[in-house]
């Protein structure tokens, strides 16, 4: 009774309460986007692409790029894969369900047929298991397959102006 709680708990009311810190946190932050003529025109034209960033990147990317139709995400099958698309899912980022491990070839299909509808898909080359900061094929069969390019995506933050509490005299 208490582990039904409990997941309850973590698939239903935590993912929508990360998404909506998510969003209170990039009210706080300033965002500089840097990007590349390609990219600027790409986005110009309405074209989707493969948007690639490493797993330790995940935290701001759902509000890195917006796109016209919308992106897709590959999440795996694993209960905190559940977790991660429920909580992108209040964020507008659909997820297609599978990994290395457990339902890529489906999920994969999947992917292709929604490049092919006009969607971005946004994948974590590092894949689930590692090694960390190494893309496996997966990426690139995809964009092989697409004929889609491969877009980058990272960011980085530096400490700024804490809030002050309180009044100067």
């Known amino acids: 009774m208490m582990q039904k709680f409990s997941d309850f708990i973590m698939l239903n009311i935590f993912p929508l309460l990360v998404s909506l810190l998510l969003r209170l946190l990039v009210l706080t932050i300033r965002m500089r986007v840097i990007t590349t003529k390609f990219v600027d025109e790409l986005q110009e034209k309405g074209e989707n692409a493969i948007f690639?960033?490493?797993?330790?990147r995940l935290l701001i990317m759902p509000f890195a790029y917006k796109s016209h139709k919308g992106a897709y995400i590959?999440?795996?099958?694993h209960r905190d894969g559940e977790f991660v698309s429920r909580a992108v899912g209040y964020l507008?980022?659909?997820s297609v369900r599978g990994s290395t491990t457990r339902g890529g070839i489906s999920a994969f299909k999947k992917l292709i047929k929604?490049?092919?509808e006009g969607y971005n898909i946004a994948f974590t080359p590092d894949g689930p298991k590692g090694p960390k900061y190494k893309a496996q094929m997966g990426i690139i069969e995809l964009a092989k397959l697409t004929k889609k390019p491969i877009i980058p995506l990272t960011y980085s933050a530096s400490k700024k102006k804490s809030l002050a509490?309180?009044?100067?005299?």
């Open 52 to 56: 690639a960033f490493w797993h330790g």
């Open 74 to 77: 590959m999440i795996s099958r």
């Open 92 to 94: 507008g980022i659909k």
């Open 114 to 116: 929604l490049t092919d």
């Open 165 to 169: 509490l309180g009044t100067a005299l």
